[in-house]
Each structure stands twice: as structure tokens, then as C-alpha cells.
């Protein structure tokens, strides 16, 4: 276990709302011997409540309904989808420290002013939450724009089921 490796949320969007962490192994979508660690808000018909943006697993939004293996803390199956989706980008190692500090305000400011929610892993990729109701066409042109360019690479969340 000790060369495992974790994908945490340091700030997860609904951390408020959350009462439980629990992982989700990413071995089913690639990533062989790692898993993220995922807030959740318990519910009393003993299932939960995503309350963070995923970074790296498929088929899970922010406010999706999850069922959960108790004994072990483990996500195993998607019972409610909220209607969101998550957007995910990955800024490219060629960049420099200056323009990954530049992509980052602007994103966030971008983030902000269309009223979506946004995590951070590292300074270098990004989770955003898109609800069913919000005009996210800025930020799909900024990040189209730098996609462009061979900045970042991104990807929407739902174009895979969720495994366990």
C-alpha cells in the first residue's frame, strides 16, 4: 500500500455539506493502484451525496446520488444522476509557471462569473461543474482557445460510465 497513490480534494466545492469521505479505485479507468479520495453527505436512506467535483473517474457529478460499500468506504454504483456534467482540464508541463498563473485567474474569473463551481488539484488541472442551467460558453471558448494552442488538453467526465 505504501507506493498507492491518492488523488484528494483539498477544497472540495460542498465541503459544508459533507459527513463522509469515501474512494473510488481508479483501476477500472486506467489508473492501476490509485484512487481518489471523495467527500460525500450520508444520507438517511443509507446512500450519498457527491459533494466534490471528480478529477480523475468517470461517470459521476457533483449532487449525484452514489451507493456506497460501507465496510470499506467504497463508491460502487450511481443510483441518481443531479443532471450536471464535469468538464476537466489538464494544462500541458510545457508551460511556464507564468502562464499556468495567468490560465488560472483567468479560468476562476471565467469560473466565477458564469456562477460555476471549480476545484483545483495542483495548479495544473481542473474540475468544473457545469449544472443543466448555466451558460458555460466562455469558458468552453477560453478553454477551446488554449486547446488550440496545445496548452491543455480537457474532457468531459460522462463520456464513460461509472465503474467500480
Known sequence: ???????????????????????????????????????????????????????????????????????????TEVMQRSGRRVLRALLVQEMTEE?????????????AAAGLLIE??????VAIDIPPDIDASSVFAYLGEHEKSGRLYWEWSDVEEFRA
Open 99 to 111: 502562464q499556468v498563473a495567468k490560465v488560472v485567474v483567468e479560468t476562476e474569473a471565467l469560473c
Open 120 to 125: 483545483w488539484n495542483g495548479n495544473r488541472h
Open 1 to 75: 500500500m505504501s507506493d498507492m497513490v491518492i488523488v484528494v480534494h483539498e477544497n472540495p466545492v460542498l465541503r459544508n455539506e459533507a459527513n463522509y469521505i469515501a474512494r473510488i479505485w481508479l483501476a477500472p479507468f486506467g489508473l492501476e493502484g490509485q484512487y481518489e479520495q471523495v467527500w460525500l453527505r450520508r444520507r438517511e436512506d443509507g446512500l450519498a451525496e457527491m459533494c466534490c467535483i471528480p478529477f480523475c473517474f468517470y461517470g459521476i457529478s457533483l449532487r449525484d446520488v452514489v451507493r456506497v460499500a460501507w465496510q470499506d468506504s467504497t463508491v
